[in-house]
């Protein structure tokens, strides 16, 4: 029996192939390569000392899942694949919908042909409505403000459907919320193409020298220092909940939606003195305007990935920090050589 793992090239994917292949599991890799390299699954199988196959192919490419899913006996599903830029998902909406919807429909019809009846869905924290209060639980309201967390929505609700209407589905939906931080080898790590979108990536290449300074966007939020507060998880950590995750599966039909986080929050500013300290290095920063969109705080409460999963986050601020350093360092411009 295998996993199939769409995506498993990219940040999240990757470190959970490392999980899964130390645990024993056997994983099958589709990866169009849109935002990563295949140099990542060289890298885990080096980690690991294991070999998987690997796919150059398209998550929405029906027949292909099908018949790869069919060759390599998959039994479960683990859904990463999916573009993932807010801001730029606001600019070409239409590829965000085209892509994140249709992959899910159409992996979930391949899954229907084989007789696959376990999916583990990355979802995020961005489904929950911004008037919450925190920390987030997975009763709280939901609602987005940008395309990409539309189709988290939406395939969220398309997989609960789906869950209802084949009696035998299990669908899990985890909810991550900042993911950060590398493998402790500092061989696979997050390598954003462009300009980064998110803090840490954005911290660690200030660092390293290939941005100039970090901008704040706003000291002016209702926080502790005025910056805003979120949920930062280890990747290792959140790798480790997709292991509990593919467990969980097992023990029950239909769907079930589940946070990923530590249920602390930081704020910008701490993150940027925190990782400071842990490496000492300079990150220059300058404080400019909010970012549309943003809010003051956001952090989980993790309780029920506990209760379930039994699972908890478990590297510190420190780990984070260390570990994002000792990849950037190592590859200052990621995969490429
Ligand atoms: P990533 O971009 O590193 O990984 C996504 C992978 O999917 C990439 O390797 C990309 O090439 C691949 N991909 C995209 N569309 C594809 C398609 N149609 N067919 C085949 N492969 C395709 O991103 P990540 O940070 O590893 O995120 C993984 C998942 O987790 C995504 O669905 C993302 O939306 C979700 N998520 C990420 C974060 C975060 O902050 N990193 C937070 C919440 C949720
Ligand atoms: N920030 C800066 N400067 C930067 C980048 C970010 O000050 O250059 C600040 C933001 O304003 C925010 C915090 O750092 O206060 C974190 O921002 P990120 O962009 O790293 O993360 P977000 O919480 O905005 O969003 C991330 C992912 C979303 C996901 C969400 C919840 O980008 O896709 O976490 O999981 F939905």
């Avoid at 403000?145 to 189709?151: E, F, L, M, V």
Wanted: proline share 4%; with cysteine; net charge negative.
């Amino acid at each position: 029996m295998s996993i199939l793992i769409t995506g498993g090239a990219g940040y999240i994917g990757s470190h959970t192939d490392l999980c899964l292949l130390n645990e024993g599991y056997d994983i099958v890799v589709v990866d169009n390569y849109d935002n990563s390299s295949p140099e990542a699954l060289r890298r885990v199988m080096e980690l690991t000392g294991k070999t998987f196959p690997y796919y150059e192919a398209d998550a929405c490419d029906e027949e292909k899942l099908a018949e790869i899913m069919k060759k390599h006996g998959v039994d479960s599903v683990i859904h990463f694949a999916g573009l993932k830029a807010v801001g730029e998902s606001v600019r070409i909406p239409l590829r965000y919908y085209e892509n994140n919807l249709l992959s899910t429909i159409r992996l979930l019809k391949a899954m229907e042909t084989v007789g696959v009846k376990k999916m583990i869905f990355s979802s995020s924290a961005t489904v929950y409505s911004a008037d919450n209060q925190v920390p987030l639980t997975e009763t709280g309201k939901l609602g987005c403000t940008n395309p990409y967390g539309w189709t988290k929505y939406m395939n969220e609700q398309i997989l609960r459907d789906a869950a209802v209407a084949d009696k035998e589905l299990t669908v899990v939906l985890l909810r991550y919320f900042n993911p950060v931080g590398a493998h402790e080898s500092g061989r696979i790590g997050e390598d954003p193409s462009g300009i980064p979108n998110n803090l840490m990536p954005y911290i660690s290449q200030t660092a390293v020298g290939r941005r100039d300074h970090l901008t704040v966007y706003g000291n002016d939020y209702n926080t502790h220092d005025g910056t805003g507060v979120r949920d930062y998880i280890h990747v290792m950590d959140l790798a480790r909940g997709h292991v509990a995750a593919v467990r969980y599966a097992d023990t029950f039909k239909g769907s079930d939606a589940i946070n990923l986080g530590t249920g602390v929050g930081y704020s910008v500013l701490d993150m940027v003195h925190a990782f400071e300290e842990a490496n000492h290095i300079k990150v220059p920063y300058v404080i400019g305007a909010r970012r549309p969109g943003d809010i003051d705080t956001v952090y989980s409460n993790p309780a029920k990935a506990k209760e379930k999963l039994g699972w908890q986050a478990e590297k510190t601020l420190v780990d984070m920090c260390r570990d994002q350093w000792n990849w950037q360092s190592h590859n200052p411009n990621g995969y490429a050589k």
